[in-house]
């Protein structure tokens, strides 16, 4: 929808701009008629050829994923002073799952159920009104005997003007003031019957329809307001046409005196022509009846020329928009020489996108999907299984060894398994199991849940365009994920560190992906104690928290956010997480030689400390220290023996200095981060 309303916003101003600049130098009916493209471009989901002077070639297909790195400690460079050289390690900060991938999805859904109750309400608007409208005309009409009129005619008191009303069965609607005078008759006749060759009650129903698709769009209804004024205009030009110039003085006189109620905006939503009409409409009209516009042969190719340009503009779509988008995927070793470009395989997506289906039991779809899809070396298709009894919607694609097939994980099946859940709308459990093993022992398993989860949205938002879908293949190849591991206690972080051991995350997160059974997960606040793994995608900007925890029962299982589902853990796996957590937080204090004996700072928030025996010093650094506690503990070191070299407050620019012995601490500021180097003097 989004193409039709970018083309259709510039084609209504286009024909508002012609409209402007071209009133009373071309008929009425020619005026109208280019409203004729406008309810065409509106009422067409999809664009009719590509062209290369289309406006969507100048519309990004996508907005460039923006990137977050993340930020470093302010302390990670070599501070100035007596230690030089020293190199800090870098300090991860975590990452708020705000990105675009992660909101994009929720926000569509929120919109499309926002538009459908708009639509609801004005086609419910509509249909009420023009109910009530054809219940009050057949219960108060009196049929009249019009000779030679090609529709009924009734007389209807309760009327306000005459009209022409009816879909299927039209017919002509008079007030008691257009039956006074038999010419005056004829006027307020020929001029509903004109509207009846024009077919303008057809394109009443038009116009509301547009109004109820685009309720929102200020433009279409600026487009169907002064569509309805040109409909009278163009009226007025047919009818004198038919009755002859002679009778403009006249008939311009029936239309005032007949247009004496004001028109009301609830008459856009009634499939009814009316006489009624506000000043400057009534001023316009009367203008045109005075003296008819002539269309001269330049300005009608002119007109030509321009509504030609406005569909090449605004009807057709951007020319080989697949193939650009394609190109732009590209990574060469040119443009990036430091970057590893994934090893990944790309399927066609134009071709993908032509086979989605919404329905998971529709053999051949699924079937040419699968046969479109890459598999991992040395594996070959065999067939598949649906699962479409009760309220299975699962497909488990059965694979077949070839020649140099060695292993594979679970996560090597994660494109096919985004694709499959964005191109099938009901699927659910998507399977991969080789010919050889027992049912019960797939390759991988993946639901939607968890896979939804994994890019923060419904997949199916990806399955709008072959473009789309590109989006999706990026997002599977483009970066391996980093991880950090924090212990928490009811609910409260203790402790945080950097996961370098991606592959325990990793045989983690894919353990759980492979068992089939879920159940819904607890409150993590409750919890005496748990690990959080995060799962980091730095240039999505997007963070995904799994907890591992014991169930009162003994067993371990991993759970996905604060409030999702968890599966089981293998026994293994937890018991690797919690020594790989035992290595992390061993004491490193007590155990180096260059902060043993001296004075611990009761200082929070410890981000990482260094033990460095080769260079001959360590280094701690901690968030957030306040004053007071810096100047308590430059007060304990005072009462253990050390004296000041230089002053912490006075000497803010290389930090304070302080030995002992052969021992010396500097501490310095780097941002909001406090550090404090230990070493030893050199002889």
Same mark, same amino acid.
């Given at each position: ?9 510039? !084609? ?5 701009? #012609?409209?402007?600049? @071209?009133?009373?130098?071309? /008929? +009425?009916?020619?005026? =109208? ?110 049929? !009249? ?5 090609? #529709?009924?005619?009734? @007389?209807?008191?309760?009327? /306000? +003007?005459?009209?022409? =009303? ?108 009316t006489m009624t009409g506000g000043k400057k409409e009534m001023t316009e009209r009367i203008r045109r009846i005075a003296r008819q516009p002539k269309t001269l042969l330049i300005t009608l190719a002119a007109v030509v020329i321009a509504a030609a340009a406005a569909v090449a503009l605004t009807f057709g779509s951007a020319a080989n928009k697949s193939d650009s988008k394609q190109a732009d995927a590209q990574v060469s070793d040119e ?200 799962q980091i995608f730095p240039n999505a900007n997007e963070v995904h928290d799994y907890y591992a925890y014991l169930l009162e029962d003994g067993r371990a299982v991993l759970q996905s956010g604060t409030d999702g589902y968890y599966s089981i853990l293998s026994q293994e796996l937890y018991s690797e997480l919690l020594e790989f957590w035992r290595n992390l937080t061993a004491d490193p204090w007590l155990e180096n030689s260059y902060t ?35 100047e308590a503990y430059l007060q304990v070191l005072a009462a253990d023996g050390w004296r000041t070299i230089r002053d912490f407050y006075e000497d803010t620019t290389v930090g304070g200095l302080y030995e002992k012995d052969d021992r010396s601490i500097s501490i310095q500021f780097a941002g909001r981060q406090t550090v404090l180097y230990f070493s030893l003097k050199q002889d």
């Amino acid at each position: 929808m989004t193409e039709t309303i970018i083309t259709s916003s510039l !084609l209504i101003l286009i024909i508002l701009a #012609l409209r402007y600049l @071209l009133r009373g130098r071309i /008929s +009425s009916q020619l005026q =109208y008629a280019l409203w004729l493209l406008v309810a065409i471009r509106l009422l067409l989901p999809f664009p009719l050829f590509e062209n290369p002077v289309s406006v969507m070639n100048v519309i990004p297909v996508t907005q460039m994923s923006e990137q977050a790195a993340i930020p470093q400690a302010a302390g990670s460079t070599p501070p100035e002073g007596d230690l030089t050289g020293i190199t800090l390690p870098t300090v991860h900060n975590s990452i708020a799952a705000s990105g675009p991938a992660a909101g994009a999805a929720p926000v569509a859904k929120i919109a499309r159920y926002i538009w459908l109750c708009g639509l609801f309400l004005t086609g419910s608007f509509f249909a009420i009104s023009n109910i009530r409208l054809n219940r009050n005309l057949k219960k108060n009409r009196k049929k !009249l005997d019009i000779p030679g009129s090609p #529709l009924p005619v009734y @007389l209807a008191d309760h009327l /306000s +003007s005459p009209c022409l =009303y009816g879909i299927i069965r039209p017919a002509v609607y008079l007030t008691p003031d257009s039956l006074t005078d038999q010419k005056r008759t004829s006027f307020v006749l020929a001029h509903e019957l004109t509207h009846y060759r024009h077919r303008d009650y057809l394109w009443a129903l038009i116009r509301i329809v547009c109004l109820s698709i685009y309720w929102f769009h200020p433009l279409v209804w600026a487009a169907a307001v002064l569509s309805r004024r040109d409909s009278e205009l163009a009226c007025d030009e047919g009818t004198l046409r038919k009755l002859g110039h002679e009778n403009r003085a006249e008939y311009g006189r029936m239309i005032i005196e007949m247009s004496t109620a004001p028109s009301k905006p609830s008459e856009l939503f009634c499939c009814a022509t009316t006489m009624t009409g506000g000043k400057k409409e009534m001023t316009e009209r009367i203008r045109r009846i005075a003296r008819q516009p002539k269309t001269l042969l330049i300005t009608l190719a002119a007109v030509v020329i321009a509504a030609a340009a406005a569909v090449a503009l605004t009807f057709g779509s951007a020319a080989n928009k697949s193939d650009s988008k394609q190109a732009d995927a590209q990574v060469s070793d040119e443009q990036a020489p430091d970057e590893q470009v994934p090893d990944v395989q790309v399927p066609d997506m134009q071709e993908l996108w032509d086979a989605r289906t919404p329905y998971v039991g529709d053999n051949a779809a699924v079937g040419k999907l699968l046969g479109l899809l890459p598999l991992p070396d040395g594996l070959q298709h065999d067939h598949f299984e649906l699962h479409t009894g009760g309220n299975e919607r699962g497909i488990t694609w059965i694979l077949k060894e070839v020649s140099d097939y060695t292993s594979v994980t679970p996560g090597q099946f994660q494109q096919d398994a985004l694709l499959l859940f964005a191109l099938v709308d009901n699927l659910e459990d998507f399977y991969a199991a080789l010919d050889t093993s027992p049912a019960d022992e797939p390759l991988c398993h993946y639901t939607r849940r968890q896979v939804e989860e994994l890019v923060g949205g419904d997949l199916r938002d990806y399955a709008k365009s072959p473009e789309t879908l590109q989006e999706l293949i990026l997002f599977s190849a483009e970066e391996t994920p980093k991880y950090r591991i924090a212990k928490l206690e009811n609910g409260k972080m203790t402790s945080e560190f950097p996961m370098e051991d991606n592959g325990l995350a990793d045989d983690i997160l894919m353990n759980v992906l492979v068992k089939s059974a879920a159940w819904e997960g607890i409150d993590i606040s409750t919890l005496d104690e748990c690990y959080q793994i995060s799962q980091i995608f730095p240039n999505a900007n997007e963070v995904h928290d799994y907890y591992a925890y014991l169930l009162e029962d003994g067993r371990a299982v991993l759970q996905s956010g604060t409030d999702g589902y968890y599966s089981i853990l293998s026994q293994e796996l937890y018991s690797e997480l919690l020594e790989f957590w035992r290595n992390l937080t061993a004491d490193p204090w007590l155990e180096n030689s260059y902060t043993e004996g001296i004075p611990r700072p009761d200082f929070d928030n410890l981000l990482w400390m260094t033990t460095d025996d080769e260079k001959g010093y360590c280094a701690v650094c901690y968030q957030d220290v306040s004053r007071e506690q810096t100047e308590a503990y430059l007060q304990v070191l005072a009462a253990d023996g050390w004296r000041t070299i230089r002053d912490f407050y006075e000497d803010t620019t290389v930090g304070g200095l302080y030995e002992k012995d052969d021992r010396s601490i500097s501490i310095q500021f780097a941002g909001r981060q406090t550090v404090l180097y230990f070493s030893l003097k050199q002889d």
